[in-house]
């Protein structure tokens, strides 16, 4: 079992930033992960990934370029670096666990098996 808890989450203007963190607890060993966004009246969307050793990352094109994903595997913990942040980026961000796939980059809810409550990012123009 794995409990995961976002924060860094705010209110911003355009064009500022943001540093989301993700405290893991619990199973701490060899797992990728994961961030996701969910917007009012929409479906829960790919964000970006990054693999147990952080070598690989992934992103949704519409962040590349402005987010950065890392982790601390010392601190058990994932980050998710913000900056240029645009009004279409507000959401609640969720952080996700991929037990299986310790060397990929999943980008399917589907393909995690734990979640965090979520953060609240609002960006405004």
């Known amino acids: 079992q794995v409990q995961l808890v976002e924060s860094g989450g705010g209110l911003v203007q355009a064009g500022g930033s943001l540093r989301l963190s993700c405290a893991a607890s619990?199973?701490?060993?060899?797992?990728?992960m994961g961030w996701f966004r969910q917007a009012p009246g929409k479906q829960r969307e790919f964000v970006a990934a990054i693999t147990w050793s952080g070598s690989s990352t992934r992103y949704v094109n519409s962040v590349k370029g402005r987010f950065t994903i890392s982790r601390d595997n010392a601190k058990n913990t994932l980050y998710l670096q913000m900056n240029s942040l645009k009004p279409e980026d507000t959401a609640i961000y969720y952080c996700a666990v991929d037990l299986e796939g310790y060397n990929d980059t999943p980008i399917y809810t589907t393909q995690y098996n734990y979640w965090g409550r979520g953060t609240q990012v609002t960006v405004s123009s």
């Open positions: 619990g199973r701490t060993f060899r797992y990728a």
